[in-house]
């Protein structure tokens, strides 16, 4: 067996976009197995969107690889030697925490997304393990059922459709028996779509109007919205949701050159993924029939001294449009009104 490891290490941050410049190729020995470990020579990396958030100096929901250190990622790949009791040589091994090597010491029983999972070659091809049967694969399987709760007859659309998440997606949408609409990059990939069964499709890349394009495919709006990238896409979907709908903020792959960009707008996108928060829209009309219950424990709060309220109050007709840019200027201090008479 080789005694050279060959690994990517992050040699640079990327400004914006990333370049080959930002990895540099090294070598180093064959690591050794420490107690309880196991050594795997990968047979597949993956590579995923992630790693770009990974290359930044701002920490996302997960840490940073550091200059110098080994690029993170998953790989699957048989075992060659082993410290552990459950392992054996030729045994296939599945984890996030391959890194861009060769070689990788894993520690079986690490828990959470760097644990290391026993893959059996005979259930699919290895490889699998690192898409629809790994981590594209809940992505899809979760965001989906969990987050999106599909319906059947909903408009699920999907960005980023014919990738490693997006396709499982669409496919899932259809299992529930909803209309899949797919957006993605190229022809070919929205053929690739429809075969798999996906209703519809737009290609954002050739659309003069994305928010028409997604208008004609989903004419009866957008009951679920997958999304991979945001950006202009996640523009032109939102403008189409329906009453009720679900947005699973799924991944940001559009903004990959604005990475290190200041947080504001589109960037907050990505708090919600660190975050696992959820961003619910609100209309109060919803709960007018209710309208009488709340009004009573107010106005008895009010009586009893437990609110109180300011009101910010001009006279006459003549001033409601200074009341109403006085809303706009934050020159209100209080419920803007207008006194009349
Ligand atoms: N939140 C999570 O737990 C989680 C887990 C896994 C993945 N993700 C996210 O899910 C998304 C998809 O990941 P994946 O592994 O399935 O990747 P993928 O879709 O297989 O590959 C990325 C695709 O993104 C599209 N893309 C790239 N630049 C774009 C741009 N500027 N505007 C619009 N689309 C662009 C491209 O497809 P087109 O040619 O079709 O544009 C590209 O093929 C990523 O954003 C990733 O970060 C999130």
């Not at 707008?265 to 309208?291: N, P």
């Not at 809303?327 to 008479?341: E, P, W």
Request: hydrophobic letters at 40%; glycine letters at 12%.
């Amino acid at each position: 067996m080789t005694t050279v490891n060959r690994r990517w290490l992050l040699a640079r941050r990327p400004e914006g976009m990333p370049d080959a410049g930002c990895f540099s190729l090294d070598t180093a020995s064959v690591p050794a197995p420490g107690p309880g470990q196991i050594l795997v020579k990968a047979r597949f990396l993956s590579v995923d969107p992630y790693m770009r958030g990974r290359m930044s100096r701002t920490a996302g929901y997960a840490a940073g690889t550091g200059i110098g250190e080994v690029m993170r990622g998953g790989g699957v790949g048989e075992v060659v030697a082993s410290n552990h009791p459950e392992w054996k040589p030729g045994d296939t091994a599945e984890s996030m925490a391959f890194g861009w090597q060769e070689f990788s010491v894993l520690t079986p029983g690490h828990p959470g997304p760097d644990a290391v999972n026993r893959i059996d070659p005979a259930l699919a091809p290895i490889e699998s393990a690192l898409s629809w049967l790994g981590m594209p694969g809940l992505t899809a399987y979760f965001g989906l059922l969990d987050v999106g709760r599909p319906r059947p007859g909903d408009t699920v659309v999907v960005s980023a459709a014919s990738g490693a998440v997006g396709q499982l997606v669409g496919q899932i949408a259809k299992l529930c028996g909803c209309r899949a609409v797919a957006i993605a990059g190229s022809d070919q990939k929205l053929d690739w779509c429809r075969a798999l069964g996906f209703d519809a499709g737009v290609n954002h890349r050739t659309a003069t109007d994305l928010r028409a394009a997604v208008k004609d495919a989903c004419p009866d709006g957008v009951d679920i919205f997958f999304d991979n990238t945001s950006g202009p896409i996640h523009d032109a979907v939102m403008k189409r949701l329906s009453i009720g709908a679900r947005v699973i903020i799924c991944g940001r792959i559009a903004l990959a050159a604005t990475h290190e960009a200041p947080e504001v707008g589109e960037r907050h996108l990505g708090r919600l993924i660190s975050t696992r928060a959820s961003v619910t829209g609100f209309l109060v009309y919803d709960w007018w029939h209710r309208r009488g219950e709340a009004l009573q424990r107010l106005a008895a709060w009010h009586k009893a001294g437990h609110i109180k309220y300011r009101e910010d109050v001009l006279d006459g007709i003549e001033r409601m449009p200074e009341a109403f840019l006085r809303l706009l200027t934050g020159d209100n201090f209080g419920k803007q009104l207008v006194r009349l008479g």
